[in-house]
């Protein structure tokens, strides 16, 4: 019996920053490991500030739920290995945290983007694209040009425009 397979290219990223666009909302931008392009996705405010918080190296006095989740699969014995921003759905972004326990069995968990990228920084896993999402990316040098507003396709309120993840 011959399963015809789907091959899914991964594309490593990289956290660049985190930006507010022209009404104030937070943008988490991802570059490819040659910073030729980039991904913008619009974010919480939360789940930014979680995210510069893990980029400028701040500890904080407790435990944040990354930290937290860290520690539960710590104490599970199971390794973070990779997070994947998947797919788009209706203006919104996907993403996949894969873990490995030590007895070898695999986990894909479904995830925001923001809180599997906060979760990445967190743990020190590699983060990856999908070709599909490469789509949505922008042209790092066309970035100085664009404004932030321009780099999300935020859409009509009644056509399902981009929300918060």
């Known amino acids: 019996l011959y399963l015809k397979q789907k091959v899914i290219f991964l594309i490593p990223v990289k956290v660049r920053e985190v930006v507010l666009d022209p009404v104030q909302n937070p943008l988490l931008l991802l570059v490819d490991l040659e910073e030729t392009m980039v991904l913008p996705i619009g974010i919480g405010f939360w789940e930014a ?6 980029l400028q ?4 006095p407790r435990p944040m739920t990354h930290d937290l ?17 998947s797919e788009m759905r209706d203006n919104t972004f996907f993403a996949e945290l894969y873990l490995k326990t030590a007895a070898s069995r695999e986990f894909k968990i479904d995830a925001r983007p923001s809180d599997a990228v906060a979760l990445a920084l967190t743990v020190g896993c590699p983060i990856y694209i999908t070709e599909k999402i490469a789509a949505h990316t922008v042209s790092i040098s066309d970035l100085p040009e664009q404004s932030a507003e321009d780099l999300v396709d ?5 056509e399902g425009g981009s929300r918060l993840h």
């Open 49 to 54: 500030q979680s995210i510069v918080i893990k």
């Open 57 to 60: 190296g701040h500890i904080p």
């Open 69 to 85: 989740f860290q520690s539960v699969c710590g104490q599970l014995d199971t390794a973070i290995e990779k997070v994947i921003i």
């Open 154 to 158: 935020r859409g009509d309120a009644d």
